[in-house]
């Protein structure tokens, strides 16, 4: 009775995390609860799976991401709204400067890689740390670092309004860090 309650109450307790990852995940309210449910539920039912002594958040997080992505592979073929009445019914937005400033963080968030976007979350607005995000996604720490690197300067170059295009980064030209000049000098090239 006692390992039940308690670990109801590390369920419980986990769901803010849940809610925020959730929403700034899939980027609606709506879906993002719905994903919380999805995990809670499945979380109490493969209660007895979850190894003591390891951490409940992360192993809530990793449910889910998962259940985040497979939901987002079906949605992908999904058509909405094709004839646009819906779009008609949205109310216009509020005229506040955050609401501005949301919206285009949301908007960039979006428009990240699945990968860097879930990196960025964790480590940053969820404040784990670069294990916890790693053991989450399944991939090394470096692997994490790189995505969260990645994933903030194209941030920024999106919520600045200078993004570039992918085929313009592929083509630009590659330099090499840590000259005691400050100059960034080009790499050297690998045959």
Same mark, same amino acid.
Request: proline letters at 3%.
């Given at each position: 009775?006692t390992?039940? #309650?308690?670990?109801?109450? *590390?369920?419980?307790?986990?769901?803010?995390? #849940?809610?925020?990852?959730?929403?700034?995940?899939? !980027?609606?309210?709506?879906?993002?609860d719905?994903?919380?449910?999805?995990?809670?539920?499945?979380? =109490?039912?493969?209660?007895?799976?979850?190894r003591?002594?390891?951490?409940?958040?992360? =192993?809530?997080?990793?449910?889910?991401?998962?259940?985040?992505?497979?939901?987002h592979?079906k949605?992908?073929?999904?058509?909405?709204?094709?004839?646009?009445?819906? *779009?008609?019914k949205?109310?216009?937005?509020? !005229?506040?400067?955050? =609401?501005?400033?949301?919206?285009?963080?949301r908007?960039?968030?979006?428009?990240?890689?699945?990968?860097?976007?879930?990196a960025? +979350?964790?480590?940053?607005?969820? !404040? @784990? $740390?670069?294990?916890q995000?790693?053991?989450?996604?399944?991939?090394?720490g470096?692997?994490?670092?790189?995505r969260?690197?990645?994933?903030?300067i194209? +941030?920024?170059?999106? @919520?600045?309004g200078d993004a570039?295009?992918? $085929?313009?980064?592929?083509?630009?030209p590659k330099t090499?860090?840590?000259?005691?000049?400050?100059?960034e000098?080009p790499a050297?090239?690998?045959?």
């Amino acid at each position: 009775m006692t390992t039940a #309650l308690s670990a109801r109450e *590390a369920l419980v307790s986990t769901i803010p995390q #849940l809610r925020a990852f959730a929403y700034w995940l899939c !980027g609606n309210k709506d879906w993002g609860d719905d994903l919380v449910q999805d995990t809670l539920l499945s979380g =109490w039912k493969h209660i007895d799976s979850f190894r003591v002594g390891t951490e409940m958040t992360a =192993w809530l997080f990793t449910i889910l991401r998962n259940h985040f992505r497979s939901v987002h592979r079906k949605r992908r073929r999904w058509v909405d709204d094709v004839d646009g009445r819906l *779009a008609a019914k949205i109310p216009t937005a509020g !005229g506040q400067d955050g =609401w501005a400033t949301s919206a285009d963080l949301r908007y960039a968030l979006a428009r990240l890689p699945v990968s860097q976007r879930e990196a960025v +979350l964790l480590v940053g607005a969820a !404040g @784990m $740390s670069v294990a916890q995000a790693a053991s989450i996604c399944g991939c090394g720490g470096g692997t994490v670092k790189s995505r969260v690197h990645r994933g903030r300067i194209r +941030l920024a170059q999106l @919520m600045e309004g200078d993004a570039v295009s992918a $085929s313009d980064e592929a083509s630009a030209p590659k330099t090499r860090r840590g000259s005691t000049s400050g100059i960034e000098a080009p790499a050297a090239a690998v045959p």
